[in-house]
Structures are given as structure tokens and as C-alpha cells.
């Protein structure tokens, strides 16, 4: 049994999206907000993890199978491991289809991950 908190990056908002935490130059964070912030980044902050967010980012409809994804210079079981802790911080989506796994960044993962760093009116 897992520990994991799932971030609650977004609540939509009159249809648009909004952040789990405000623009940074909006006003200061506060505890909570700089704590879901915080395990976001955390979860990015590995290089082979942002690599493997990337992929499934990037991937041709939006979602690929951990077969199309796993060649970031690691083991399979390593691979698996962060996937899980992407999975855990609220970043990607899976399913299992048969024998694979497949993965999904919703957009509005991204979008409110943008709106944080930019802030709406830049990203307007």
C-alpha cells in the first residue's frame, strides 16, 4: 500500500484551467501551495524522470506505451520506478492494455504547470 498523495494541480474554473498554486508573481505562495508546488517539481527534478515526462508529453496522440518510452539509458525496473513516481505525484495517467502500460500527461497538467511559472497574463 502506498503513501501517495495525488497533487491537486487543477480546479477548473468557468471552463478555463486553473493552477494549483498562483502565478509566482501574483502574491506569495502560501505553506500549502508551496507544498503541492514543491512536490511537483521534485517529481521533475530527476533528470531521467523529466525525460520520460517529456516522452509521454511529446508522444503522437498524446500517450505512449512504456515499450516506446523505456530507452533512457536505465533498467526496465528503474524505468518502472519512475514512472511510479510521476504517477504519484499527480503528473501522468496510466492504463493497462493487455500486457502493456500506457501512459498520458493530461494537457491540463501542462497548461496549469505554465500558468504557475508564467502567470495568466503571460500565458494569455
Not at 502506498?2 to 506569495?28: F, I, Q
Not at 518510452?69 to 504519484?88: A, F, M, N, R, W
Not at 493487455?98 to 497548461?111: N, Q
Request: charged share 20%; glycine share 8%; net charge neutral.
Amino acid at each position: 500500500m502506498s503513501n501517495a498523495k495525488v497533487l491537486p494541480l487543477l480546479e477548473p474554473v468557468g471552463g478555463r484551467v486553473a493552477p494549483c498554486c498562483p502565478p509566482l508573481t501574483e502574491r506569495p505562495m502560501t505553506a500549502d501551495e508551496a507544498e503541492t508546488a514543491a512536490r511537483m517539481f521534485k517529481a521533475l527534478g530527476d533528470p531521467v524522470r523529466l525525460r520520460l515526462f517529456s516522452a509521454v508529453a511529446s508522444h503522437e496522440g498524446g500517450e505512449a506505451c512504456v515499450c516506446d518510452i523505456s530507452d533512457v539509458g536505465v533498467s526496465q525496473p528503474t524505468v518502472s520506478h519512475h514512472l511510479k513516481k510521476l504517477k504519484e505525484a499527480g503528473l501522468l495517467t496510466s492504463e493497462r492494455r493487455g500486457t502493456w502500460v500506457y501512459y498520458r500527461v493530461e494537457p491540463s497538467v501542462l497548461a496549469a504547470m505554465g500558468q504557475l511559472l508564467v502567470g495568466t497574463s503571460a500565458a494569455a
